[in-house]
T-cell receptor
Framework: AQTVTQSQPEMSVQEAETVTLSCTYDTSESNYYLFWYKQPPSRQMILVIRQEAYKQQNATENRFSVNFQKAAKSFSLKISDSQLGDTAMYFCAFNPRGNKLVFGAGTILRVKS | NAGVTQTPKFQVLKTGQSMTLQCAQDMNHEYMSWYRQDPGMGLRLIHYSVGAGITDQGEVPNGYNVSRSTTEDFPLRLLSAAPSQTSVYFC??????????FGEGSRLTVL
């Protein structure tokens, strides 16, 4: 079965510091896409960053970057210079094949001032 | 640019009642899907569609029905609501490489 595991149910970070959210997944596929989605209290799901599995270079989007380790099936999200607006639930997800995107259970991130 | 529009945002039902959650997208995406979000369980796929006239079951399809008569619309029907269907529901459409665009969510409470 294709699964996504986010081992940290909740995390806290001080404003302006760096935090890393963990994600591991299980698949036998060799080509797929990986995603991190953010869900603030507004409930809206927002795409943070996307990684293509066939690309070795880690994706970066402003303060957000990933550490993609394909052999280890690991896809962590690093948030630099954390801001209060980063407080949200973060979901890791991937689509191993076809059309079904698989989500992790989520990590609640709280940024403290 | 509306993206994915989902209605209603809130709904309270009594056990046994039926209702339809509406979803429309204006991005001409072939793929659309419905998820439910429950605490500690992430998002679970209910049903999905890869084009007009084509639907398939996801991970938790029981108690839900869908149809796809047009590319734009993908309604989700609850046939006989049960308290276990209390959840937040998201409709999403998808690009070819898997990026989902979500609606704003619908919070459903079944009493």
């Amino acid at each position: 079965a294709q699964t996504v595991t986010q081992s940290q149910p909740e995390m806290s970070v001080q404003e302006a510091e760096t935090v890393t959210l963990s994600c591991t997944y299980d698949t036998s596929e060799s080509n797929y896409y990986l995603f991190w989605y953010k869900q603030p209290p507004s409930r809206q799901m927002i795409l943070v960053i996307r990684q293509e599995a066939y690309k070795q270079q880690n994706a970066t989007e402003n303060r957000f970057s990933v550490n993609f380790q394909k052999a280890a099936k690991s896809f962590s999200l690093k948030i630099s210079d954390s801001q209060l607006g980063d407080t949200a639930m973060y979901f890791c997800a991937f689509n191993p094949r076809g059309n079904k995107l698989v989500f992790g259970a989520g990590t609640i991130l709280r940024v403290k001032s | 640019n509306a993206g994915v529009t989902q209605t209603p945002k809130f709904q309270v039902l009594k056990t046994g009642q039926s209702m339809t959650l509406q979803c429309a997208q204006d991005m001409n995406h072939e793929y659309m899907s419905w998820y439910r979000q429950d605490p500690g369980m992430g998002l679970r796929l209910i049903h999905y569609s890869v084009g007009a006239g084509i639907t398939d079951q996801g991970e938790v399809p029981n108690g839900y029905n869908v149809s796809r008569s047009t590319t734009e619309d993908f309604p989700l029907r609850l046939l006989s609501a049960a308290p276990s269907q209390t959840s937040v529901y998201f409709c999403a459409s998808r690009t070819r490489w898997g990026e989902l665009f979500f609606g704003e969510g619908s919070r459903l409470t079944v009493l």
